[in-house]
């Protein structure tokens, strides 16, 4: 079955290093999405793509980036980590009927 | 950009009595407005969507209303049961543009008590 991944799904970094949060999807859709989650505030929209070589920023894009090399992936790279960036980090794919499939999810604590 | 309203925060209901979620929206050219049921430990899951051709679209014991007037869409469970226990996420987008990203409301946690 087709289906979209995410790795780590834990991850406890310092202020400051760079991380890499992998999503890899099955489906060959060509739309992919980042979101964050944070208690109060449902999922937020930080960067997304509708095709290889295609990015946009989303709205909490500041200390974030994303490359589309090929249909299957879309990496979510923090710069140089913040406190503010512990969250839970959601990677989504779009199918031919606009629904939205999530992955399992990335916890992410920076210290 | 689009701003989505969710309501209440958290639900606590008997097994078996209804429950209902609101939420409004704020851009009239969104067109598409899903809902999510997140699970612990889970990604959000679509449970039913509507479109605003639509005004009431129903799947068992999950219907959803949209008014485009009023810019306001509500969830409704009925004869609930305690696997409908979970946070629920509203959403709206216009799928007609580039852009077919998500906003979400900020969740509302349903409680069923057995």
């Known amino acids: 079955d087709a289906e979209i991944t995410q790795s780590p799904r834990h991850k406890i970094t310092e202020t400051g290093r760079q991380v890499t949060l992998a999503c890899h999807q099955t489906w060959n859709h060509n739309n992919m999405f980042w979101y964050r989650q944070d208690l109060g505030h449902g999922l937020r929209l930080i960067h997304y793509?509708?095709?290889?070589?295609?990015?946009n920023k989303g709205e909490v894009s500041d200390g974030y980036s994303v490359s589309r090399s090929n249909t299957e992936d879309l990496p979510l790279t923090l710069e140089s980590a913040a406190s503010s960036q512990t969250s839970v980090y959601f990677c989504?794919?779009?199918?031919?009927?606009?629904?939205?499939?999530f992955g399992p999810g990335t916890r992410l604590t920076v210290l | 950009g689009e701003n989505v309203e969710q309501h209440p925060s958290t639900l606590s209901v008997q097994e078996g009595d209804s429950a209902v979620i609101k939420c409004t929206y704020s851009d009239s050219a969104s067109n598409y407005f899903p809902w999510y049921k997140q699970e612990l430990g889970k990604g959000p899951q679509l449970i039913i969507d509507i479109r605003s051709n639509v005004g009431e679209k129903k799947d068992q014991r999950i219907a959803v209303t949209l008014n485009k007037t009023a810019k306001h869409f509500s969830l409704h469970i009925t004869e609930t049961q305690p696997e409908d226990s979970a946070v629920y996420f509203c959403a709206a987008s216009r799928m007609d543009t580039g852009r077919r990203a998500l906003t979400f409301g900020s969740g509302t946690r349903l409680q069923v008590q057995p």
């Open positions: 793509s509708y095709g290889v070589q295609d990015t």
């Open positions: 989504a794919t779009q199918g031919p009927g606009d629904t939205q499939y």
